[in-house]
Each structure stands twice: as C-alpha cells, then as structure tokens.
C-alpha cells in the first residue's frame, strides 16, 4: 500500500487545467445550445476542466466578459442511482433561495444529441477552495486553521436546519429508514463494483447491518460536505457550497459520518495521509472526535454510539473509491490518479475492522 508519494490522489487546487481527452466534449454544440438560452454570453473563448472528475465532471466555460460552469457525467458503468444531472440542478434551484451557498443554476440540458448526456450550467462561484495543502504563500495560525474548520461545519448544521417543506424538497427523499437504506445500499454497490483484487468485506457489512441504529432525524443533507467542496472569500468565510449530487433527505449523523471519514489528522498514519484531500492536518485543526463532539454540541444532538457511524463513513467512503477502481480497471476512465485505488480500498477495510474491535 505504501507505494510513495506518487500513489496520492492529487492534490491541486481550484485552478482548472486542460481538458483530458477522454473528458472532451464538442463545444460547438454546447455554445449553440446555451447562446439560445442565455443572452449575452459572446463568444467562447476558453474551456478549462477542474481537477479530481473522480465523479461528475465539470468545466469551466469562459465567454466575453462571463464564466460559467458546467456538470455533466462521467463515462462509463455508474451506480443506478448516481450522476443525475436533472435532479442535481433541481436540489441547487429550489435551495438557493433558503441556503444561499448554493450557487445560481441557469440551464439544464437533457437532450442528449448535445453533449451525449444531461448537463447543466451554473455561474462560477469566485473565490478559493482548499485542497490537500494550503496554496503556496498561504499560511494559517493553529488558531485560524481551529476557527476556519468549525466555521465550515456551521455551513452543514445551517443546511440541516433547512426545513425540506419550505424549500420546495419535501420529496426529495423516502423518509424514515435511511440509515437501513444506506447499509443495504452501499454494501451492493460494493458487492457489484468489487474487482478480483478487492477485499471481501463480508465482515464489516454484516456488521453494519447488525449495528446500526434508527434514524434520529430526516433533513436536508449534502452527502459528500467537505473543504473542497466549500469555497471561501478572501476573509476565509465560506460563500458557496459545491456538488450537490448526492443531496437528498436523510439522517443528519450520516451526513456527518461522511465527512469525517475524509478529515485525515496530523496523527494519523503515512497511508491515510496519501489520502487526504484537505487541509486538516495543520496544526490547530480540530480532531475528527472534536469536530463531532462540536456538531453535537450546536444542535442538540446526541452521536449515541459513533463507533458505527465512523466504521459506516470509512466503508462508504471505500465504496467510492472501489466503484471509480472499477471503472478504471475496465479501462472507461484513464486518470492516473486512480490506479492505486485498489490499494486504498484494502487499506479503508482494515479501518474499518480496527474500527470495530476486530
């Protein structure tokens, strides 16, 4: 598993690169379609893509005078419920106007002679996302690094304080049972995606589906809240929340589970540091049991037996992992970042399993 620094996912930051040729798409068609919709945009002088594409893939369009971003799919196998570009441009479109992090959504595209897949576009949300390292010549005192993380989850508690109703997203989920739901659901993922050098994990599987407790609410949650997926000003507040893909009604402790299996400590070990993707280990950042004792504190909420929230984070977050090996493997995707998924995967079951005294 320790293969060198090389085996790391990447870790540049928000600055858009060129667009990988499997990732292209025709230009043409897209500015002809968005021109009939959008007045003023000119003519399109740039397309950039963003780094990572581990999940949807988006660009960004630069016109006279105007950027844009757009989502689209991925190619390749997909899990039946993911990438649905429709639903994702509905969640940000009925958010924005009670959770303004959400950015403005402007046009949704489902005729697939376009682009060969629904896409949409938003406006560009300015500002700086953080990756796995500060940006060269950035620095941060253990007091602003401690301030700056809780200060981004008071941005997940705002959003689990929307009411669903009010939002216009009181169908967006199926209600009670979601926790059922996501045990059942992420271990077939797993069980489909599984390659045949993927550990089995039978045992943490049957072990979620012993151990897992009732719902103790059902939100509005993000399902993939992390640091690069929050953009923030130039005073480190946060002014936009990105990707929206997974948004659905459920379980707020899930949601919270989810982001703490990416929040990688200064202690942790030299594999779970190829891991990081986010800035959390500089000195001051609060721990993963800190960050939780935090959310726990501002809403009310008891963590009841976190044990099997923190083992459900880290096999979701392998699942993840082992549904993009999968398509790597199967050659529908070439982004080097992925060839040493697999080794990831292996590495989040031990997690898993020290996680549950085994």
């Given at each position: 598993?320790?293969?060198g620094?090389?085996?790391?996912?990447?870790?540049?930051?928000?600055?858009?690169?060129?667009?990988?040729?499997?990732?292209?798409?025709?230009?043409?068609a897209?500015?002809?379609?968005?021109?009939?919709?959008l007045?003023?945009?000119g003519?399109?002088?740039e397309v950039?893509q963003?780094?990572?594409?581990?999940?949807?893939l988006?660009?960004?369009?630069r016109f006279?005078?105007?950027?844009?971003i757009l989502?689209?799919?991925p190619?390749g196998?997909?899990?039946k419920?993911?990438?649905?570009m429709?639903r994702?441009y509905?969640?940000?479109?009925?958010?924005?106007?009670v959770?303004?992090?959400?950015?403005?959504v402007?046009?949704l595209?489902?005729d697939?002679?376009?682009?060969g897949?629904?896409f949409?576009?938003?406006e560009r949300?300015?500002?700086l996302?953080?990756r796995?390292?500060?940006?060269?010549?950035?620095?941060?005192?253990a007091?602003?690094?401690?301030?700056?993380?809780?200060?981004v989850?008071?941005?997940?508690?705002?959003?689990?304080e929307?009411?669903?109703?009010?939002?216009?997203?009181?169908?967006?989920?199926r209600?009670?049972?979601?926790?059922?739901?996501?045990?059942?659901?992420?271990s077939?993922?797993?069980?489909?995606?599984?390659?045949d050098?993927a550990?089995?994990c039978a045992?943490?599987?049957?072990?979620l589906a012993?151990n897992?407790?009732?719902d103790?609410?059902?939100?509005?949650i993000?399902?993939?809240?992390?640091?690069?997926n929050?953009v923030l000003d130039d005073?480190?507040?946060?002014?936009?929340?990105l990707?929206?893909?997974m948004a659905t009604l459920?379980?707020?402790?899930?949601?919270?589970?989810?982001?703490?299996?990416?929040w990688i400590q200064?202690?942790?070990?030299?594999?779970?540091?190829?891991?990081?993707?986010?800035p959390?280990?500089l000195p001051?950042?609060p721990?993963r049991?800190?960050?939780?004792e935090?959310?726990c504190a501002?809403t009310?909420r008891s963590?009841?037996?976190?044990?099997f929230?923190?083992?459900?984070?880290?096999?979701?977050l392998?699942?993840i992992?082992?549904?993009?090996?999968y398509?790597?493997?199967a050659?529908?995707?070439h982004n080097?970042a992925?060839?040493?998924?697999?080794?990831?995967?292996?590495?989040l079951?031990?997690?898993?399993?020290?996680?549950?005294?085994?």
């Amino acid at each position: 598993m320790t293969e060198g620094r090389d085996a790391a996912p990447p870790r540049t930051h928000n600055q858009p690169g060129e667009v990988r040729e499997e990732d292209a798409f025709d230009t043409a068609a897209v500015t002809r379609w968005l021109g009939a919709r959008l007045d003023g945009l000119g003519e399109l002088r740039e397309v950039r893509q963003y780094p990572g594409g581990a999940s949807n893939l988006t660009y960004l369009l630069r016109f006279d005078g105007r950027e844009l971003i757009l989502r689209r799919p991925p190619v390749g196998r997909k899990a039946k419920s993911a990438h649905d570009m429709k639903r994702e441009y509905r969640v940000q479109r009925q958010l924005h106007p009670v959770y303004p992090y959400v950015p403005e959504v402007l046009a949704l595209c489902e005729d697939p002679a376009v682009l060969g897949s629904d896409f949409y576009v938003m406006e560009r949300v300015e500002g700086l996302i953080l990756r796995g390292d500060l940006p060269a010549g950035m620095t941060l005192s253990a007091e602003q690094a401690r301030a700056l993380a809780f200060r981004v989850f008071d941005r997940l508690i705002e959003l689990h304080e929307v009411d669903p109703a009010a939002a216009g997203l009181a169908d967006l989920g199926r209600g009670p049972g979601y926790v059922e739901r996501q045990v059942t659901g992420w271990s077939d993922r797993y069980v489909r995606a599984r390659t045949d050098d993927a550990p089995d994990c039978a045992e943490v599987m049957d072990w979620l589906a012993a151990n897992r407790p009732e719902d103790v609410a059902t939100c509005v949650i993000h399902n993939d809240f992390r640091f690069d997926n929050v953009v923030l000003d130039d005073a480190l507040e946060v002014v936009g929340v990105l990707d929206w893909e997974m948004a659905t009604l459920g379980d707020p402790l899930m949601d919270l589970a989810g982001s703490v299996a990416y929040w990688i400590q200064a202690d942790d070990d030299e594999v779970a540091q190829l891991l990081r993707r986010q800035p959390t280990h500089l000195p001051g950042m609060p721990t993963r049991a800190e960050i939780v004792e935090y959310y726990c504190a501002r809403t009310g909420r008891s963590a009841g037996n976190w044990t099997f929230y923190e083992v459900f984070g880290q096999f979701r977050l392998l699942v993840i992992m082992q549904q993009i090996y999968y398509r790597f493997r199967a050659g529908q995707t070439h982004n080097p970042a992925f060839e040493h998924f697999g080794r990831f995967v292996a590495y989040l079951a031990d997690r898993c399993r020290t996680a549950m005294g085994r």
